[in-house]
């Protein structure tokens, strides 16, 4: 955390950036049922724990299915991957395309915050 007394030029920039700017978390977790999970029980997670929880430290949850604008949706979850400032991982089913996509955030060696 930056003080008063010792702002740097880029932490400026950066609050001119993010000023205004809504704060995204793509969620990357199953959205489709799962072996060994009652039937909707990720989408009962992401609704009642993750989209509050989210939305109360001031981000915009994001699923790969809630947002889609191209016909290809790899493309738009890579997207979202990259750019959204964090991004949260529900490993509990180890779901290849889960472990797949968090791999990808991992491997562009984005910033954790």
């Not at 969620?27 to 929880?53: C, N, T, W």
């Not at 016909?71 to 991957?81: C, L, P, S």
């Not at 990808?104 to 984005?110: H, L, P």
Request: proline fraction near 4%; hydrophobic fraction near 40%.
């Amino acid at each position: 955390m930056c003080t008063s007394k010792n702002w740097r030029l880029s932490d400026v920039g950066i609050l001119k950036k993010n000023m205004g700017k809504e704060k995204v978390c793509f969620i990357i977790m199953p959205i489709s049922d799962q072996e060994g999970y009652e039937k909707g029980h990720f989408s009962r997670v992401y609704k009642h724990l993750i989209v509050p929880a989210c939305e109360r430290a001031g981000f915009k949850p994001i699923r790969a299915d809630d947002e889609v604008k191209t016909n290809y949706i790899v493309i738009d979850i890579i997207r979202k991957i990259l750019d959204s400032d964090i991004v949260l991982a529900d490993l509990s089913a180890k779901n290849p395309n889960v472990m797949y996509e968090l791999g990808i955030r991992q491997a562009f060696n984005k910033k954790q915050r």
